[in-house]
Nanobody, 122 residues
Framework: QVQLVESGGGLVQAGGSLRLSCAASGRTFSSMAWFRQAPGKDREFVATITWSGRYTFYADFVKGRFTISRDNAKNTVYLQLNSLKPEDTAAYYC?????????????????WGQGTQVTVSS
């Protein structure tokens, strides 16, 4: 059974940092990604990484503030969030793709975690 379990969210002041983790189990994946969804808004792409870790891609709004990485020995993907802004407040979701290239659209991913809340105060 495939499981993606996120952790690491919380409340932080503007300018602060958090590190999100996504522990995967059940199979291997061609790529993994982070999306986020703020109240009243659509889910949006944040970052993606291939299973090898050689290729990463970010949404424009990240602008060097976030870093996606992975530890295959632990089957875990991370999202380091730096210089956080109040507009980064959202539920952050981990997603995994069975096969194929990385993507930025939610429908391209086959498995999803339950989400972890990030709240940034001003």
């Amino acid at each position: 059974q495939v499981q993606l379990v996120e952790s690491g969210g919380g409340l932080v002041q503007a300018g602060g940092s958090l590190r999100l983790s996504c522990a995967a189990s059940g199979r291997t994946f061609s790529s993994m990604a982070w999306f986020r969804q703020a109240p009243g808004k659509d889910r949006e792409f944040v970052a993606t990484i291939t299973w090898s870790g050689r290729y990463t891609f970010y949404a424009d709004f990240v602008k060097g503030r976030f870093t996606i990485s992975r530890d295959n020995a632990k089957n875990t993907v991370y999202l380091q969030l730096n210089s956080l802004k109040p507009e980064d407040t959202a539920a952050y979701y981990c997603a995994a793709r069975r096969e194929g290239a990385t993507g930025t659209r939610s429908y391209e991913y086959d498995y999803w975690g339950q989400g972890t809340q990030v709240t940034v105060s001003s």
